[in-house]
């Protein structure tokens, strides 16, 4: 595709409920990453892949916190039982290569989660 | 782990002046500082970026200077216009690992007509 696609754009959850955020990466790109952002702050490192395999999950903040890419395409960021604080933009990145910082990001429009 | 501080939060500056943003980084690793700008509601974009094995980097009205002894690095933009308005991200990473980014907690950048 044209970017880095998320969907849905904007999702309400009330607190408990189980939420699936789902990225579509530019086709090809083999490093996807997911950002928390929240309001006023600068985006935070969640979890990083390398095609399928989950390279890097410590950013997670909880294990109610998961992440997959099963094809090594698609990505979904999985978040059960919601609580207040889990509201934020969740920001997902693309990189063709195995290095990033040599090849440049791609990020998202994100999907903004509120939890109410 | 690293640690990026940013400032200031917010800048307000007259069009066809110069803007100066400055972060500080912790871990003396780290040797690759992208900057990002992002509009209300839009996705991040990078704007310019720099490597550890050079001091300064220009794009038109765009540079960044970095300061490995000091571990700062600022972003400079000149002459600046009403749509540079955005809040800008500095951001460190470390080669090797996940290479992720480490992002600063932004300025809002604001410039008058």
């Known amino acids: 595709g044209a970017g880095v696609s998320q969907s849905p754009r904007y999702k309400v959850a009330k607190r408990g409920q189980d939420v699936a955020l789902r990225c579509d990466p530019i086709?090809?790109?083999?490093?996807l990453f997911w950002y928390q952002q929240a309001l006023g702050q600068g985006p935070e490192f969640l979890t990083y892949?390398?095609?399928?395999?989950?390279?890097?999950k410590s950013g997670l903040p909880s294990d109610r916190f998961f992440a997959e890419r099963p094809e090594g395409s698609v990505s979904t960021l999985k978040i059960q039982r919601t609580q207040q604080e889990d509201s934020a933009v969740y920001l997902c990145?693309?990189?063709?290569?195995?290095?990033?910082?040599?090849?440049?990001?791609?990020f998202g429009s994100g999907t903004r989660l509120t939890v109410v | 782990g690293e640690n990026v501080e940013q400032h200031p939060s917010t800048l307000s500056v007259q069009e066809g002046d110069s803007a100066v943003i400055k972060c500080t980084y912790s871990?003396?690793?780290?040797?690759?500082f992208p900057w990002y700008k992002q509009e209300l509601g839009k996705r991040p974009q990078l704007i310019i970026d720099?490597?550890?094995?050079?001091g300064e980097k220009k794009d038109q009205r765009i540079a960044v200077t970095l300061n490995k002894t000091a571990k700062h690095f600022s972003l400079h933009i000149t002459e600046t216009q009403p749509e540079d308005s955005a809040v800008y991200f500095c951001?460190?990473?470390?080669?090797?690992?996940?290479?992720?980014?480490?992002f600063g907690k932004g300025t809002k950048l604001t410039v008058n007509p």
């Open positions: 086709s090809g790109h083999v490093s």
């Open positions: 871990d003396s690793a780290s040797n690759y």
């Open positions: 892949f390398q095609n399928e395999a989950q390279l890097d």
């Open positions: 720099i490597r550890s094995n050079v």
């Open positions: 951001a460190a990473s470390r080669r090797g690992g996940s290479e992720k980014l480490v």
């Open positions: 990145a693309s990189s063709p290569g195995w290095a990033p910082r040599d090849y440049g990001y791609t």
